[in-house]
Structure formats: C-alpha cells, structure tokens
C-alpha cells in the first residue's frame, strides 16, 4: 500500500504507530490488530512517530473516548455514531454493540488510503468530503430519514488544524443539517500551539497547529445553540499509568489535551 497524504492527514500515522506498538506490548491498554497489520504492510519505521508523551497522550485519549462512546451506545443502543476525520482509526471494531451506525469522515486522499486499508463492514460507511462542506451529511441524514435517532459526532486530532473560523464553520454545519446531536471533540490550548516546535511527534510531519482554547465554553461561544457540557483532561488517564506521566500532570497539567462534550 502507497501512502500520498497531505500534511495534516499524515498526522494520522502518529496514533496508527503508537497503537500498532501498544498492541504488541504484553500488558496491551489498547488493541488495534488492524494498526499492527498496516504498519506492517507499509513496512514503516515508527521512531518518529512515537515518542514517550505521545503515546501516553494517545493511548490516554484512546481510553478515555472509548468509554465515552461505550457509555452514549449502552445508552443508545441504535445511535449513529460519524467519525470526523477518520485517518487509520479502527474505534468502531472496540464499541460496536451490533446496532450501531457508523460513519468514517475524511478528506478524499485519507479515505483513498483508508479504503486500501479496511475491508467493507457491515454497518459502517466512508465518506470522502471536506468537513468544512456540507456534502459528507447527505448520507447521514438519509440513514436518519429511515429512523430517528441519536447522533454523536467524534473530533479527535481534528480541532488543533483548525482555525477559530474554521471551527465556528463546522459547527454551524452540523447544526444546520442535524436538529440535535452530540459532539466528543479534542481540545488543546495555546500554549501547546506557541510551542509546537517542541511536539515530540506532529514536528516530525509538516502539520501546524492553528487553534487553542482553556476551556471547551471558547468553543460553545463561537456558535449559537451550542452547549458545552464538559471536560476531562487526558492527565486524568495518563497519571494512572507511570511516574513521568504523574509527574508531567502534576507540574504541568495545563499542558496537554482534554476531551469536551457538547450538545444542541
């Protein structure tokens, strides 16, 4: 399998590599057979990819979204699950309860690469589209129009290579085409985008952070309708598995990503 990326949908190999690498581990936190079988295909080095505090940050997050989306389909169990910017993610084969819908959103080069990699499953559909566009909805809706259900939307890795505006643009797309919904999204904060130089991985890769927030309610604010719920930092995980993971949460707990929840 040939890889042609663009800059910020190379970034998806950060995550694929770590998890591939945290599967093989004997105490394993996550499992993703199918990220150990694309690295192997493509015969990657993954050095530059995964780093000490990137993997904990993305096994971390990996962790806590899980349960997150294990929650909403325990308490859904019919819900339609859209995974915007997809990349290499196999979340789908971690929570599905039978039921479930689920839709992997990403842009046209990723999807090409994705479809190399995933098999057809049943209950789950790519779109090529630029979230930034309202065309990848169609679909979505058209599964809606069958059934009326509940939706969460799945932003992860996604917010920091946008802008404020491109955010703002977003939300007002799935507000327009959805009359309620869930939104899980990955937050960082500004002074992880000031000194993104120093990313132990996303340097590796031509990417470029573009936004940061301190608190999800930046994010609820730049639309109206939009409610912020909640958030958790990924210190809250990361801090249970090993003395440098505590240590950086506790001198610098500012200084990592958090999971928000929003609804309309």
């Known amino acids: 399998m040939t890889l042609q990326l663009g800059d ?11 998890k591939a690498n945290e599967t093989l581990r004997k105490k394993a936190r996550i499992k993703d057979d199918m990220a150990v079988k694309i690295i192997k295909h493509l015969n990657m080095d993954t050095t530059p990819f995964d ?36 990349g290499f993610d196999n979340r ?18 990723s999807i090409t690469a994705r479809k190399k990699a995933f098999e057809e499953r049943e209950r789950v559909t790519m779109i090529a589209g630029n979230i930034l566009e309202e065309e990848w909805c169609k679909p979505i809706k058209t599964e809606l129009i069958k059934k009326e259900r509940k939706i969460l939307f799945l932003a992860e890795g996604l917010f920091m290579y946008l802008t404020l505006t491109e955010i703002s643009k977003l939300l007002s797309i ?30 590796n890769t031509n990417a470029v952070f573009k ?9 609820a604010d730049l639309y109206d309708g939009i409610s912020f719920i909640e958030e958790h930092s990924f210190n809250e995980e990361m801090k249970r598995h090993s003395f440098r993971g ?6 610098l707990p500012k200084m990592n990503d958090r999971w928000a929840k929003f609804e309309w």
């Open 246 to 251: 505590w240590l950086f949460a506790t001198l």
């Open 8 to 18: 910020v949908q190379t970034t998806a190999l950060i995550p694929l590599a770590i």
């Open 51 to 86: 780093k000490f505090m990137s993997h904990e940050g993305v096994i971390a997050r990996s962790v806590m979204l899980d349960k997150m989306v294990k929650d909403f389909v325990a308490q859904y169990p019919e819900s339609i699950i859209v995974n915007l910017g997809a």
């Open 211 to 219: 936004s940061g927030t301190w608190s999800g309610q930046e994010i």
């Open 92 to 109: 789908f084969a971690r929570v599905d309860n039978g039921k479930i819908s689920w839709f992997d959103v990403d842009l046209p080069d």
């Open 174 to 203: 799935l507000k327009a085409n959805f009359t309620s919904g869930t939104l899980i999204a990955e937050q960082n904060n500004p002074l992880m985008v000031q000194n993104q130089k120093y990313h132990d991985t996303v340097k």
